[in-house]
Structure formats: structure tokens, C-alpha cells
């Protein structure tokens, strides 16, 4: 299973930019995916992620200007960012949880994207 994140770049503050990750390879079903960020010298922290049943869990930095969505057929997440800061520079991972291969009891696992580089610009 690979994840393929998408969308990132320079933007100025203010502006808005959508990141898109695919999930591929023998999957059966995802239980969550979502996004982390990482900043510079820090530990990877949560930004948005929707699971299964729709439920979403947004960082409260991010609460009300990002949103996060979900192609459940074609395995895809998006995060919709809007109002962007200089602090929301960083680099940001998708994240795929509980990922199952098969349905027949085989564990679930989960996977990290590569990430890819936001940067905004005040």
C-alpha cells in the first residue's frame, strides 16, 4: 500500500490551497485517513482526520478554516485549506489508518504518504 500526497506549495497568507493524497495497492478498506504536519525541530502533529463513519477530528488551530473530505470508492483524502498563515508552514503527511489488504481477518495496518511542503508567505 502506498499513499501519494499531492498540492503543496508557496502561497501568500491569505490564500488557500487543497491537498489531495491517493491510497493504492491491495487495500480492501481504510478505517481513517487524514493529515499531520510536521514544523521544523518538532514532532509530527495531528491537522484533520475523517473516519469511516464521517467523523471528523480537526486540530483547533485549523478549526474553521481547514476542512477535510473524503472519496471513500477511489480511497482519496483532501484537505481544503483556506486563510492561510505563515504558521501554517510546514510539511504535511497523509496518513491512512487501519488499513485492511484482504477482509479476511488479515491485520489492519496503517501507512504514512511522503510528505509534501506548504509554505506561505506573509
Known amino acids: 500500500v502506498q499513499l501519494q500526497a499531492s498540492g503543496g506549495g508557496l502561497v501568500q497568507a491569505g490564500g488557500s490551497l487543497i491537498l489531495s493524497c491517493v491510497a493504492s495497492?491491495?487495500?480492501?478498506?481504510?478505517?481513517?485517513m487524514g493529515w499531520y504536519r510536521q514544523f521544523p525541530g518538532q514532532e509530527r502533529e495531528l491537522v484533520a482526520t475523517?473516519?469511516?463513519?464521517?467523523?471528523?477530528n480537526l486540530a483547533d488551530s485549523v478549526k474553521g478554516r481547514f476542512t477535510i473530505s473524503r472519496d471513500f470508492d477511489k480511497n482519496k483524502v483532501f484537505l481544503h485549506m483556506t486563510s492561510l498563515r505563515p504558521e501554517d508552514t510546514a510539511v504535511y503527511y497523509c496518513?491512512?489508518?487501519?488499513?485492511?489488504?484482504?477482509?479476511?481477518?488479515?491485520?489492519?495496518?496503517?501507512?504514512w504518504g511522503q510528505g509534501t511542503l506548504v509554505t506561505v508567505s506573509s
Open positions: 475523517l473516519d469511516g463513519g464521517g467523523r471528523t
Open positions: 496518513y491512512a489508518e487501519g488499513v485492511t489488504r484482504t477482509g479476511w481477518g488479515d491485520p489492519a495496518e496503517d501507512y
Open positions: 495497492g491491495s487495500i480492501f478498506d481504510i478505517a481513517g
